[in-house]
């Protein structure tokens, strides 16, 4: 046992060596105090752990971005950057990684508690695999975003889906081809905003056609010239039914893409959204967006009875339960008809009592 000292300000102190030689000194009000100091010290240098580390949260999660985060799709990067930068830095990013606890994580997700549900699920991931890379590598003993969770929002249930009818008089009441040719290739074979935009007239054949490029706005409007898909799942041949024909029969083809900017070259963000807010928002009284055409995509399929492995395959979902999680949510709300048929059974049970 190293030998006890008590200093003039009534504290006890303890020098304390540790396993690579190094001397650190810990300090308690009480003995128990210094016990417990001395204890938390040793176990943190048993788990290997740089102890006296003063490395700063914000100078890790360049590191972390730099080497755990190459390779991501430029959304996805942007993702990550945005939600550090704009929430996680300003709190933690001037703070040393060891000395960050759960409360300051509380502190975080209490300035966006309102926030959406996606923004807070993206500034907690964001900050759980910062801390748990950083325990990975002994700079910190435990991960301070263990057992946080996001506030729930109560928000109004958005409409997710168009029904046939509504699929249908959507597609009359767009006029302009572009337009029109982009939500039918939504609805009638379920592709991602990026996926309809970069499709070319060359991956339509007769019957079919192949999904190979997606075009994506990393730098907030440009095109990203590698046009990556979302994941390899997302490439895919995707058969043409009839009605979609019909359209893409009735579009000019003034490029090599089917839904291509004024001038014919890719668009950018900002024309794919004077498109879309002058020739299809208009067309509805409700707020609609691209990827609800697709989830309409995903209900057809659903309600033609296809079966879920292959439903995972046009849809171009990574895993089958994301297409198992729509899925289900289909057969809750089928579920919720069956009263109808409750009700007619009881009335036809009804009609067969004879009265005395």
Known sequence: MAKLKKRKDGRYQRKVTLSDGRQKIVYGRTLAELNAAEDALREQDHAGLQVGDHTLVGEWAKIWIDSYKTGLRASTLRMYRGSYNKHVMPVLGSMELQNVRSVHIRAVMRNIADKSESTQHKVLLTMKQLFATARQNNLILKDPTEGIKITPRQKPRRKAYLTREEAEQLLQAVTEPRARAFCALCIYCGLRKEEALGLRWSDIGPTSMVIVRGVTFPDGNLPDPRMELKNKA????????????????????????????????????????????????????????????????????????????????????????????????????DSLTSVHQLNEFWDKSSQKVVNR
């Open 234 to 333: 997302s490439q895919r041949i995707l058969p043409i039914p009839a009605r979609l024909r019909t359209i893409l029969e009735q579009t000019p083809h003034t490029s090599e893409y089917v839904v291509p900017s004024p001038s014919g070259e890719v668009m950018t963000s900002s024309c794919y959204e004077r498109m879309w807010n002058t020739c299809v928002r208009p067309k509805v009284d409700y707020p609609i967006h691209a990827h609800m055409l697709r989830h309409t995509y995903a209900t057809t399929l659903y309600h033609a009875g296809i079966d879920l492995r292959t439903a995972q395959q046009l849809l171009g979902h990574a895993t089958i339960q994301m297409t198992a999680h729509i899925y289900t949510h289909l057969e809750a709300a």
